[in-house]
């Protein structure tokens, strides 16, 4: 597996698997019009030029993604997809890894999921980042807000 820098040529690729991602987790909530799924091309390719997205490739195809930016000394991490197939693998770990070391001089992290995203809560407070926040977006979903100080 070789992880790096996305590049533009890459944008199609990564949102046909943000959207095959994101449907286990349109499921857990019985809501399929969550952003990930409902972003357009345009939308992402805006998204692109804002943020460093890193890729994972098996053989060259992309397995898994993950994006993030800093401001004010946090990086903010999102959306980390892992390809149904190649999911408990330790793509998603390897990723994770891969966006702290791009962003290191971070004074810390932070990244949110569902409250209900059992498997994302699991991987995220193994990789060291702690609940410190929640907030409901709808009557159905409410986000936990993770972070990780840079030490």
């Known amino acids: 597996m070789i992880i790096e820098r996305a590049d533009t040529a890459d944008v199609p690729d990564l949102l046909a698997l943000q959207k095959l991602a994101y449907r286990s987790e349109a499921a857990i909530y019985d809501d399929y019009t969550i952003p990930p799924l409902t ?25 898994g993604a993950v994006r993030g ?24 770990t390897r990723l ?17 999921t569902g409250f209900r995203s059992e498997r994302n809560l699991y991987l995220y407070q193994k990789l060291g980042y702690r609940e410190y926040r929640r907030a409901a977006v709808t009557p159905a979903l409410e986000l936990v807000y993770l972070e990780k100080l840079n030490e």
């Open 39 to 63: 972003q357009t091309l345009d939308e992402i390719g805006v998204d692109f030029e804002r943020q460093i997205y890193l890729k994972a490739t098996v053989n060259g195809e992309i397995v």
């Open 69 to 92: 930016y800093i401001d004010q000394g946090t990086c903010y991490v999102g959306r980390l997809i892992v390809h149904p197939d190649h999911q408990n693998q330790g793509i998603g």
């Open 96 to 112: 994770i890894g891969a966006i702290e070391a791009h962003f290191d001089g971070a004074a810390r992290f932070e990244l949110f």
